[in-house]
């Protein structure tokens, strides 16, 4: 036997469920926007798709917009987010979620994350708060929720607006209640590989009137809803979704509610072969967390129990056996260029300035993760158990002949990773 990487024969060759996934729905939602002629952000498949992701997460209002990097900008606005202001981010995030502090010239600060359910723990939050912090955005992070018990009574302590980034959560519930109520906002996308996708888009959720309507108005132009078209009350762009976007949205959000049950028996599967599976973890969610969407599953990583073969190697040989994985980030988003002196501070107000070095900051459970953490894609629990246990068996195989991929690449006992 010799892994495919080598040149053997893959565990699996037989392709994992596709995504995004599409049928007849979404083909005759489109044509309708189509031939309706209407095609842009006033097309009432918007509304329609707006009320019904308000209703799933039962919130009073939603508002979308052209991406969920723009969501987050327009809630931050909406708060009143200024020159200075700071706000605490976890470093294991996607870059918007800091970039959208800088892009509304506040001050992003980083804290280390839980090393279980990889979301800021309270207690890291609380630390990092200074006079100047204004808000904080807590990720819930691959679609298991944040520590929602904690974080809304830790913002109204200290009298900071609370930002949900649930990018990675739709229909995610913690305690019976989902997620985009525990903030004064909550932002979601729906780029290509979210759990709800028109390709692109984003939306804002808020149970405020007030926010709502600075939300709507800066997607808007600075309209008001029952204002002119060329009436303009306040600072806006044109970030609106399209009656396209809307259309696939629509049928899209229809599949959530049995792919998150599909995707979550199979997560659970996964879990209980891996748990005695020496060299690999998944961490047990949250029992708080009703329900967990499960857009990511992550695997630690332990090279010591494959013969010292690297985590990107063993990366490598996993693809070649038909499963799709990836390494976690490679670096905590601390560590971009972005974030570098010659690229700061992003305004020329004079008030910008930062409690953290970014080059020189070291927080130990986001570079760990960023060592040993690899990524199972969510589509990988579509599909059925014999899916998941092709996954297992493949892990088993590259496990049982980890010596000899440890000798041809040059890893090994004497070249562990440091």
Not at 20 to 40: A, F, H, I
Not at 46 to 63: C, D, G, R, S, T
Not at 251 to 263: D, F, N
Not at 315 to 321: I, P, T, Y
């Amino acid at each position: 036997m010799r892994l495919a990487i080598q040149g053997g024969t893959p565990v699996r060759a037989k392709p994992f469920p596709g995504w995004p996934d599409y049928g007849q729905g979404e083909k005759d939602s489109l044509l309708q926007v189509l031939r309706s002629g209407s095609w842009g952000g006033y097309n009432k498949k918007v509304e329609e798709f707006e009320a019904a992701f308000a209703a799933l997460h039962q919130v009073k209002h939603a508002i979308s917009c052209a991406n969920g990097t723009v969501a987050l900008e327009v809630a931050l606005r909406s708060l009143g987010l200024g020159c200075g202001d700071e706000v605490i981010v976890p470093a294991i995030t996607f870059v918007a979620t800091a970039s959208a502090v800088l892009l509304c010239h506040g001050v992003p600060v980083f804290a280390d994350i839980d090393p279980a359910t990889l979301n800021l723990p309270p207690q890291a939050v609380e630390a990092a708060i200074t006079p100047r912090t204004k808000a904080i955005v807590v990720v819930h992070f691959g679609g298991h929720p944040a520590d929602m018990d904690r974080f809304p009574e830790l913002a109204r302590h200290h009298g900071l607006a609370l930002v949900e980034d649930a990018a990675h959560a739709h229909g995610a519930v913690w305690r019976q209640t989902p997620v985009g109520n525990f903030g004064d906002a909550a932002t979601f996308s729906f780029q290509a590989f979210k759990l709800v996708t028109s390709g692109e888009g984003g939306i804002l959720l808020t149970n405020s009137d007030a926010l709502a309507e600075k939300a709507w108005a800066y997607c808007n132009h600075g309209r008001r809803k029952l204002g002119g078209w060329f009436e303009h009350f306040s600072l806006g762009s044109n970030y609106r979704m399209t009656g396209f976007q809307a259309a696939l949205l629509g049928e899209q959000l229809a599949k959530l509610p049995v792919q998150s049950r599909t995707r979550q028996a199979n997560a659970a599967r996964l879990r209980s072969l891996v748990s005695s599976f020496p060299g690999l973890r998944i961490a047990e969610p949250d029992p708080r967390a009703t329900s967990h969407p499960q857009y990511l599953v992550t695997l630690r990583y332990d090279p010591e129990e494959f013969s010292g073969v690297g985590r990107d190697e063993f990366v490598a040989a996993l693809v070649a056996e038909g499963v799709p994985a990836e390494p976690a980030y490679p670096h905590p988003l601390y560590r971009n260029p972005l974030f570098r002196r010659e690229h700061l501070p992003p305004c020329g107000c004079g008030t910008w300035r930062s409690p953290q070095n970014y080059e020189s900051l070291y927080l130990p459970e986001s570079e760990r993760l960023c060592r040993d953490g690899i990524w199972l894609p969510h589509y990988l629990l579509l599909g059925t158990a014999r899916d998941v246990e092709d996954i297992v068996e493949a892990c088993d195989k590259i496990q049982k002949l980890a010596p000899g991929l440890a000798a041809c690449s040059g890893s090994g006992k004497s070249a562990k990773v440091r």
